[in-house]
T-cell receptor, first 113, second 114 residues
Framework: KAGVTQTPRYLIKTRGQQVTLSCSPI?????VSWYQQTPGQGLQFLFE???????NKGNFPGRFSGRQFSNSRSEMNVSTLELGDSALYLC????????????FGPGTRLTVL | DQQVKQNSPSLSVQEGRISILNCDYT??????FLWYKKYPAEGPTFLIS?????DKNEDGRFTVFLNKSAKHLSLHIVPSQPGDSAVYFC?????????????FGKGTLLTVNP
């Protein structure tokens, strides 16, 4: 079974630009969660999508948004990029069946200059 | 406000010995706890979990202990192997794990020396 894939793996942007990251979950998984990892704050939850609906949301500004498509693939968008948005963005998929856990992709490394 | 804390940024042990990684939490609503391992350039990999109705869960060389009164959990790796060298994250959630919002600690870098 193929794992969680994220594209692109690396991205360099400048302040003020916007960026879209993509995540393809494990086949059959309908839940996709996004996390931001930075050296100072560690891994922080952004949001979770299930069946194309946002189910959970973390404490991030509205510049961070996401969506999920009918095939469960998810995109995350960050508008008006700031230097502090430089981070590793991880997505995780789950079947949302009791006892299952979240399986992470390799992440997208975003650098904002 | 850091609700899940891993106070040791790093830990070094000899191959074959026990590794003990610690984690403390402050939110009494957390009732499901997980450990993930992360290698550089890869996403975190799930290791083991424990529900608050238990105080111990074992899976091979990995055992997680939960002390609810102290709001403390620990991961024991016995025996430690060089391939276990990685960053270990403790995570917690509410609603018995059916809530998919995980709150992570900042991680502990484990180095197992041959």
């Amino acid at each position: 079974k193929a794992g969680v894939t994220q594209t692109p793996r690396y991205l360099i942007k400048t302040r003020g630009q916007q960026v879209t990251l993509s995540c393809s979950p494990i086949s059959g998984h309908r839940s996709v969660s996004w996390y931001q990892q930075t050296p100072g704050q560690g891994l922080q939850f952004l949001f979770e999508y299930f069946s194309e609906t946002q189910r959970n949301k973390g404490n991030f500004p509205g510049r961070f948004s996401g969506r999920q498509f009918s095939n469960s693939r998810s995109e995350m968008n960050v508008s008006t990029l700031e230097l502090g948005d430089s981070a590793l963005y991880l997505c995780a998929s789950s079947s949302r069946v009791a006892g299952d856990t979240q399986y992470f992709g390799p992440g997208t490394r975003l650098t904002v200059l | 406000d850091q609700q899940v804390k891993q106070n040791s940024p790093s830990l070094s042990v000899q191959e074959g010995r026990i590794s003990i990684l610690n984690c403390d939490y402050t939110n009494s609503m957390f009732d499901y706890f997980l450990w993930y391992k992360k290698y550089p350039a890869e996403g975190p990999t799930f290791l083991i979990s424990i529900s608050s109705i238990k105080d111990k869960n074992e899976d091979g060389r990995f055992t997680v202990f939960l002390n609810k009164s102290a709001k403390h959990l620990s991961l024991h790796i016995v025996p430690s192997q060089p391939g276990d060298s990685a960053v270990y994250f403790c995570a917690a959630s509410r609603s018995g794990g059916s809530n998919y919002k995980l709150t992570f600690g900042k991680g502990t870098l484990l180095t197992v020396n041959p």
